[in-house]
């Protein structure tokens, strides 16, 4: 068993990947949990093999998944939690496409410690630890240096650019999308894309691993009001996420309008 909690994520994402792909495009069974939130057997089944692995090698450690009944009194009594997502992206999973991911962290004190991201199908394996550098199959990551925002191309739902989200209009930006949060904010530490925003409640979940990766890259990684990320929450969620390198993050986050004014 990997020394390392870093070491532990990549061994378990790996064997994560391996029981999703023999549900992938093989026509698995699909429930809505309501909101037409789906979560397909492929999730389940690796929710357990994560959990089952994961706390056998760190017994004392607290557990927040989304398809995991929350022990709150549990997690938050813990020094460390593992804060997992088995397979973020279900919709495109679901639908035979390549974008999805597993994206499996350790959180220590509200701040995330180590984290991956894996896409099995595309075998592209993030990585990052607290301080050490964030790295693509092993290349070290640095995210984009562009500063304008005009221009910048920024990986966000088509909803992040509704009029009332903006000061003084919508900037003229290039949106792009992903089926995956987690492989969004991956993409902004890979140096991909300059920005990427998610303005409305985020999951602890689907953000937890990206974000480590991106600030390890060197993103400003905040949620929508500017406030630095804190994980492991009673609520579970973020007031959104907004993740580029410092001078574009500042810039953008003088044209947003905050949560608290948007009343």
């Not at 026509?27 to 690796?46: H, Q």
């Not at 595309?122 to 964030?134: Q, S, V």
């Not at 304008?148 to 009332?164: C, H, I, N, W």
């Not at 140096?191 to 390890?216: K, N």
Request: proline share 5%; hydrophobic share 40%; charged share 30%.
């Amino acid at each position: 068993m990997p020394a390392t909690d870093l070491g532990l994520l990549e061994m378990v994402a790996r064997e994560a990947g391996e029981i999703a792909r023999k549900y992938w495009r093989a026509d698995p069974k699909v429930w809505d949990k309501g909101s037409n939130d789906p979560v397909s057997e492929a999730d389940l089944a690796v929710d357990r093999h994560l959990r089952e692995r994961l706390m056998a090698a760190r017994p004392d450690y607290g557990w927040l998944s989304e398809e995991t009944e929350d022990d709150p009194a549990a997690r938050k009594s813990a020094r460390r939690v593992f804060i997992v997502d088995p397979i973020d992206g279900t919709r495109s999973f679901v639908a035979g496409e390549k974008t999805w991911a597993h994206s499996l962290a350790v959180v220590e004190g509200g701040r995330v410690r180590a984290a991956c991201v894996f896409l099995p199908v595309r075998e592209k394996l993030y990585l990052a630890a607290k301080g050490a550098g964030a790295s693509l199959n092993g290349a070290r990551l640095t995210v984009s240096g562009r500063e304008q925002v005009d221009g910048a191309t920024v990986l966000s739902p088509k909803v992040s650019f509704r009029e009332e989200y903006w000061q003084d209009g919508v900037p003229p930006v290039k949106r792009h999308f992903r089926p995956s949060l987690a492989y969004r904010m991956a993409l902004i530490g890979e140096g991909r894309f300059d920005a990427m925003l998610t303005l409305r409640p985020a999951w602890e979940w689907d953000i937890a691993a990206g974000a480590l990766i991106a600030e390890e890259a060197g993103a400003t990684v905040t949620d929508r009001n500017g406030r630095v990320l804190r994980f492991n929450s009673r609520e579970r969620q973020t007031a959104g996420v907004v993740a580029a390198n410092t001078e574009l993050h500042g810039a953008l986050s003088k044209r947003l309008v905050t949560a608290e004014k948007a009343g």
